[in-house]
């Protein structure tokens, strides 16, 4: 499996540090589909929280199948390291013309971590359309501490993601990410999969750095998102910087001074 693995290159990971997210649309076989819808009918077993994947889902079955696929597992390891355990997972289930929408939440109580994170994989077995209700998420929301539904009265922001994508598509997000499914006005049941991840092992360059130094890298990383405030906006980039440092072991990196700035404490003493 190690070898099979699709590892992330430095600008994926610099845009999954900038937006939160990384999409990978139909990665998940047509066939492979076709078993998870009726997967997800029957329901997942719950795991204890804490347990490792390969005990959490046995050789063979679906679920491990789907988290060895190339794409998914380098994505993983990328983001995560090898090993991670299962904090927990739910199957989403929105029937026809039902449910409310979701307030937009984070799935955390403020979660103070500035150099780790968890991840959640969502797991979309059917092509999902905008009448279908699927994921809405606000891109570069991820960190900004807030608690689970404080900004559940906020009901559209300039810049939200509202998923639309094929059958198979995998989406991982920071657990910081704000988002909410989707009122389904369609006809058709809607099905998505998630399992958040804890790492294990200390998340810094796990992925492919050999584009470490491309320009790119620095672009994703400075990048706006349209519901950001002018001045408190700025905080969004300063924060992807403190964890961009704490992933690559780089004390040096910086946009715009601002780190180096804010973290200038001199030791020599004046005479």
């Not at 939160?20 to 990665?27: E, F, H, T, Y």
């Not at 909410?180 to 492919?208: A, C, E, H």
């Amino acid at each position: 499996m190690e070898n099979r693995q699709a590892l992330l290159s430095s600008v994926e990971m610099a845009r999954f540090v900038a937006r939160g997210s990384l999409r990978l649309d139909a990665v998940v076989p047509a066939e492979m589909n076709a078993e998870g819808l009726a997967v997800l009918a029957d329901g997942v077993p719950q795991v204890p929280f804490g347990t490792p994947v390969s005990t959490a889902y046995a050789q063979g079955s679906f679920v491990r199948r789907l988290l060895e696929l190339p794409q998914v597992a380098g994505a993983l390891r990328s983001l995560v390291g090898p090993g991670p355990t299962v904090d927990h997972h739910f199957v989403h289930v929105r029937e026809p013309g039902g449910g409310d929408a979701q307030p937009l939440h984070g799935d955390a109580i403020i979660d103070v971590r500035p150099d780790a994170f968890d991840v959640q994989l969502m797991y979309y077995p059917q092509a999902v359309t905008l009448e279908m209700g699927g994921t809405l998420s606000v891109p570069g929301s991820h960190l900004r501490r807030i608690n689970e539904s404080d900004t559940g009265r906020y009901q559209n922001l300039r810049g939200q993601d509202r998923l639309v994508c094929p059958a198979g598509t995998v989406v991982f997000l920071h657990h910081g990410l704000w988002h909410g499914g989707r009122r389904n006005t369609s006809d058709v049941v809607r099905y998505m999969f998630k399992i958040r991840f804890n790492p294990t092992v200390r998340q810094r360059r796990l992925w492919d750095t050999s584009d470490l130094d491309d320009p790119r890298v620095v672009a994703e990383l400075d990048a706006t998102f349209p519901w950001y405030e002018p001045a408190t906006g700025r905080l969004e980039r300063y924060n992807r910087v403190l964890l961009w440092r704490a992933l690559t072991g780089d004390d040096r990196f910086d946009i715009d001074y601002w780190v180096t700035r804010v973290s200038n404490r001199p030791e020599e003493v004046a005479v």
